[in-house]
Structures are given as structure tokens and as C-alpha cells.
């Protein structure tokens, strides 16, 4: 049974690091073909794709962000981490991790977590 | 970077309907596009992937097509469960949401 469970810091202030925490189940990021991405919601708004890191490190960034995103792994743990530098309230928003595979192709997200609300203010 | 642009944002449906969503790419995604239905408070689930094929779970009356830039989804039958917010996802170079669309119902 796969499952995944992001936490954060519930609230931070502008101009600070975000570091977010996707720990999953059910697969191993050191499984060929697997992979973990992250996703936000702004309340009431769409979906933004931020990132991705695949078993083998490979890592893909949204380019409108990727001066300010780092992605990276703890495979013995089975987590995966995303930290947003230098944020503001436009990074106010519920952010989900969620499992990528590729197989002949890449297969988009099928496991999601449940979201962790993040709130930017001062 | 690939743009998608989804329509309508809103849709207002009775039930049994029969309700379409499209998505236009800003260039060939050779039909690598996925649909998600989103309830509020929920996380996405995934419906519909690789255009038309449906995911384990996924009713009979959710169909997806298209093919080159342009993409559509569709339920037949409208029924009160499927009240949600659906997003169309490109994942042919790395990965791009539509703006997505609320169905409501009548």
C-alpha cells in the first residue's frame, strides 16, 4: 500500500526557507523507475507542478521557480525534501508530494499525500 | 516551457448529463496527458492517464481523446459524486497543470 505524508512548518515569515518533508510508504526511491514530485495549491486556485527527483537523483525544477528550489532524497529513510528559499506570501499555499514512475515512459502522479497548508506572513 | 490552457473554468450540470473539458497544449504533447478530479479539502485523484486509458478504479462513464495540441474529458452520465474540480495534466516535458474546471451542479 502506497502512501505518502508531506509536513512543514505550518507558518513561517517572508524572506525565510521553507523546507518541506515527504514521507512516504509503500515504495523505495532507491527502486529503479520511481520517483517523488511536489505540487501547491494556492487556496481556491490551481495546481503548480514544483519539482521532481527520480531514483537515480535525477532532478527537474519548474523553471518560473527553479532559482529558488532545491529537491533532494533521504532513501534509507524513504523521504524526500523540497526547500523554497527566500519566500513571500505568493508562496502561501497547500503543498503536496506525490509519486512519479517511469517505466517506458514517464506515468504521471498517482499517490498523492494529503497536502500540508503553509502560510507566509509577518 | 508547455502551457495548457483549460476551458471552461466552470461548468453547471443536472444529472445524467453529459459534460466535455478540453485542454489545449502549446505544442505537441503526443497524448501524454493525464486527468485528475479534486474534491475540496482532498488531494487530487488521478482518473485518467495517457489520454484515454483509465486508471484501476476509475468509472466507465469518465472517457478522455485527442491527440497533437488538443485534448478533451468527459463523464457521461453526470452523477452527484462527480461535483469536483477536474485539472488536465501534461507530462511530455516535464510537467504543466491546466487552470482547471469547478462542475456544479444545476
Known amino acids: 500500500q502506497v502512501t505518502l505524508k508531506e509536513s512543514g512548518p505550518g507558518i513561517l515569515q517572508p524572506s525565510q526557507t521553507l523546507s518541506l518533508t515527504c514521507t512516504f510508504s509503500?515504495?523505495?526511491?532507491?527502486?529503479?523507475?520511481?520517483?517523488v514530485g511536489w505540487i501547491r495549491q494556492p487556496s481556491g486556485k490551481g495546481l503548480e507542478w514544483l519539482a521532481n527527483i527520480w531514483w537515480d537523483d535525477d532532478k527537474y525544477y519548474n523553471p518560473s521557480l527553479k532559482n529558488r528550489l532545491t529537491i533532494s532524497k533521504d532513501t534509507s529513510n524513504n523521504q524526500a525534501f523540497l526547500k523554497i528559499t527566500n519566500v513571500d506570501t505568493a508562496d502561501t499555499a497547500t503543498y503536496y508530494c506525490a509519486r512519479s514512475r517511469f517505466t517506458m515512459m514517464v506515468l504521471p502522479f498517482d499517490y498523492w499525500g494529503q497536502g500540508v497548508m503553509v502560510t507566509v506572513s509577518s | 516551457d508547455i502551457q495548457m490552457t483549460q476551458s471552461p473554468p466552470s461548468l453547471s450540470a443536472s444529472l445524467g448529463d453529459k459534460v466535455t473539458i478540453t485542454c489545449q497544449a502549446s505544442q505537441n504533447i503526443n497524448k501524454y496527458i493525464a486527468w485528475y478530479q479534486q474534491k475540496p479539502g482532498k488531494a487530487p485523484r488521478q482518473l485518467i492517464r495517457?489520454?484515454?486509458t483509465l486508471v484501476s478504479g476509475t468509472p466507465s462513464r469518465f472517457s478522455g481523446s485527442g491527440s497533437g495540441r488538443d485534448y478533451s474529458f468527459s463523464i457521461s452520465n453526470v452523477e452527484s459524486e462527480d461535483i469536483a474540480s477536474y485539472y488536465c495534466?501534461?507530462?511530455?516535458?516535464?510537467?504543466?497543470f491546466g487552470g482547471g474546471t469547478k462542475l456544479e451542479l444545476k
Open positions: 509503500g515504495f523505495s526511491l532507491s527502486t529503479y523507475g520511481m520517483g
Open positions: 495534466l501534461q507530462y511530455d516535458n516535464l510537467w504543466t
Open positions: 495517457y489520454t484515454s
